[in-house]
C-alpha cells in the first residue's frame, strides 16, 4: 500500500522552482538597491541566480530539445545565454524569473491533481484493531496476517478482505462496486477492503493479505495509470514549436540590418512567451480549482487543454449520472397482501441493510432474528413466526420455479422480491434516480461539443445500468465493471482515438 509512486518528483520540483522564483525577486530587488547605494557590486545578486537558477533551467531545457522537444521554453533559453554572453544580467535574471515561476506553477498544478490519489491512498488505517481472545490490541496493517480477527468500529474503513464473524450491520461499497446501496453484513457475509463501516462494531476474520485485498489492487492499478499515462504535449510547447523560430529570424534580421548585437536579445526578450510559460499554469490551476468547487476531480491537468478535440466522453454511474440515494419506485404486492405488513417485515429485517424502508414507511421495527445472507442468495431471517426471505428474481426462480407465474413481468432497475415463510408476497422496485441536471448536460455533448461517443460504464448490476441508459439515451453501455476493468475500457477507447 505504498504510496511511494505517486508523483514523487512535484513536490520537489515545486520546492525548488519556487526557491529560484524567490531568490530571483531577491536579486533585482538587491541590485537596485545596490545601485542606489553602492555597497557591493549590482551585479553580484544577479551572477548568483545565473549559477543558481540559471545553468539548471538550461540544461533541462537542452535535454528536452535533444529529445525532439522544441518547446515554449527554448526562445526562452537562447534569450537567457545571449543575455550572459552580452552581460545583460537583469536581463537574464527576468528570464530566469519567468522560467521557474511558470515551471513552479505547473508543477503546483500536477501536485494538486495527484493529491486524489495521494488521498485514496492515505484513506486505508495504517494501524488496525486486532482481536485475540477477549482483548483488543492495536497493531500496524502490514502485519495483519490471513486468518487474523480484526475488529471494525462504526464508520471506520475495512483495512483486509474477509467475512464477518461477529456482529450486525452494513457498509457503504458504492465507490467499490458501483452500487449505490448500503450493503448487509451479518456473520458469514464477505466484506472488502476499502468499505466504510456502519453505525455497528463487526469482527471479520482476514481471508487475505492487506497487500492482496481488493482496495490495494485499486490503488496499485491507479498507480500504474499514473505511471503509464501518455505524455500530452501542452499548448504552450506547440505554438512553441511555431513561434521560436519566426522570433529567431526576426532577431537575426534586425541584428543584421541594425548592426548591433543588444538589438538581437531585445527581439528575443520581447519574443519571450510569457503568457505561454505562466498564464497557462495559472490558467490550469484556476480550472482545477473551479471544477473542485462542482465536486469535478480533474487528475491529469494537460487533458484541460485537450478538451477541445476529445470527441469519447465515459461517464460512471453512481453519484456521477445520479444522485447514489436509490429510492424505493414501487410496491407490487400478490392478491390482497398488506404493502405495509410487507414493508414492516422488509424494514424489521433489512434495518442495517441496503434500504431505510422503516425511514421511509414510517414503521415501527420488529424483532428479527436467525439473520442470515448466503453469498448470492438474499438476506433471511424470522420476524415472529414468519421466515421472511428477500433475494432476487433470478434466485427466487432457481429454487421456487413454480413461481414463475406468479412473479410480475421483469423490469430495468433493481427489484427485490419477497417471500414470507416461503410464499410469494410482493416485488419491491428500486431507482437511483439521474441528477436533474444529468440528462440536459448529457443531451448537449454532441451538438454542442461535437462528441461522437458517450459511453455509460458502472460496477452496478447490469439492469440499473441499463434503466438509466435508456433514461439519457445512451447506447454504449458496460455494467458490472470493476475499477479494473474500467480502467481497461477507458485504455483502449484511448488507443481508438486519432493522435
Known amino acids: 500500500m505504498s504510496n511511494s509512486k505517486l508523483s514523487p518528483n512535484f513536490p520537489i520540483k515545486f520546492r525548488w522552482q519556487l526557491v529560484v522564483t524567490g531568490i530571483s525577486l531577491l536579486a533585482i530587488a538587491f541590485s537596485i538597491l545596490f545601485q542606489v547605494k553602492p555597497i557591493l557590486s549590482p551585479e553580484l545578486p544577479l551572477l548568483i541566480v545565473i549559477v543558481v537558477g540559471g545553468i539548471p533551467s538550461v540544461i533541462e531545457i537542452l535535454l528536452k530539445l535533444f529529445k525532439g522537444d522544441l518547446g515554449a521554453d527554448l526562445l526562452a533559453a537562447i ?113 472488502i477492503s476499502g468499505a466504510i463501516n456502519g453505525e455497528t462494531v463487526l469482527t471479520i476474520q482476514a481471508q487475505k493479505l492487506p497487500s492482496e485485498s481488493r482496495y490495494a489492487s485499486i490503488v496499485s492499478v491507479l498507480e500504474e495509470a499514473e505511471q503509464k499515462k501518455p505524455t500530452l504535449r501542452r499548448l504552450g510547447d506547440k505554438i512553441g514549436a511555431i513561434f521560436a523560430p519566426i522570433a529567431l529570424v526576426l532577431a537575426f534580421v534586425t541584428w543584421y540590418m541594425t548592426g548591433d548585437e543588444i538589438r538581437f536579445l531585445a527581439v528575443l526578450v520581447i519574443a519571450t512567451p510569457c503568457p505561454l510559460l505562466i498564464a497557462i499554469p495559472i490558467t490550469v490551476i484556476s480550472a482545477i480549482s473551479m471544477a473542485a468547487k462542482q465536486s469535478i476531480i480533474i487528475k491529469d491537468p494537460p487533458v484541460l487543454e485537450s478538451l477541445s478535440i476529445c470527441r469519447t466522453a465515459i461517464f460512471d454511474k453512481t453519484g456521477t449520472l445520479t444522485s447514489g440515494k436509490p429510492i424505493l419506485s414501487e410496491i407490487l404486492t400478490k392478491d390482497e397482501s398488506d404493502s405495509n405488513f410487507v414493508l414492516q417485515n422488509v424494514a424489521s ?84 434516480v439521474p441528477r436533474e441536471e444529468t440528462k440536459p448536460f448529457i443531451t448537449h455533448l454532441k451538438p454542442s461539443h461535437q462528441f461522437n461517443k458517450i459511453m455509460l460504464v458502472s460496477g452496478d448490476r447490469e439492469s440499473e445500468v441499463n434503466y438509466l441508459g435508456k433514461l439519457l439515451n445512451l447506447t454504449e453501455i458496460h455494467a458490472s465493471k470493476t475499477p479494473e476493468e474500467k480502467l481497461e475500457i477507458v485504455r483502449l477507447e484511448m488507443k481508438k482515438a486519432p493522435t
Open 79 to 191: 534569450a537567457l545565454i545571449t543575455a550572459v554572453i552580452l552581460n545583460e544580467y537583469l536581463a537574464a535574471v527576468f528570464i530566469i524569473l519567468m522560467i521557474s515561476s511558470g515551471q513552479a506553477l505547473e508543477a503546483y498544478a500536477m501536485r494538486k491533481a495527484s493529491s486524489v490519489l495521494l488521498a485514496l491512498a492515505k484513506r486505508m488505517p495504517s494501524m488496525v484493531h486486532q482481536k485475540i481472545d477477549n482483548r483488543i490490541e492495536d497493531i500496524p496493517l502490514v502485519h495483519v496476517q490471513i486468518g487474523d480477527n480484526i475488529v471494525i468500529y462504526p464508520h471506520e474503513t475495512c483495512p483486509v478482505d474477509g467475512i464477518v464473524v461477529e456482529g450486525q450491520g452494513s457498509m457503504d461499497e458504492s465507490y467499490l462496486t458501483g452500487e449505490p446501496y448500503q450493503m448487509s453484513k451479518v456473520p458469514g457475509t464477505s466484506v
Open 349 to 432: 429485517l433489512e434495518r442495517y441493510s441496503k434500504h431505510p424502508l422503516a425511514k421511509k414507511a414510517g414503521l415501527p421495527l420488529l424483532n428479527a432474528t436467525r439473520i442470515t445472507e448466503p453469498q448470492g442468495k438474499g438476506l433471511s431471517g424470522v420476524i415472529g413466526e414468519n421466515k421472511v426471505l428477500i433475494t432476487s428474481r433470478k434466485k427466487v426462480l432457481e429454487t421456487y420455479p413454480e413461481l414463475i407465474t406468479q412473479l410480475p413481468e421483469s423490469a430495468l432497475g433493481l427489484e427485490c422480491v419477497i417471500l414470507i415463510n416461503g410464499k410469494y408476497v410482493a416485488t419491491l422496485r428500486f431507482r437511483d
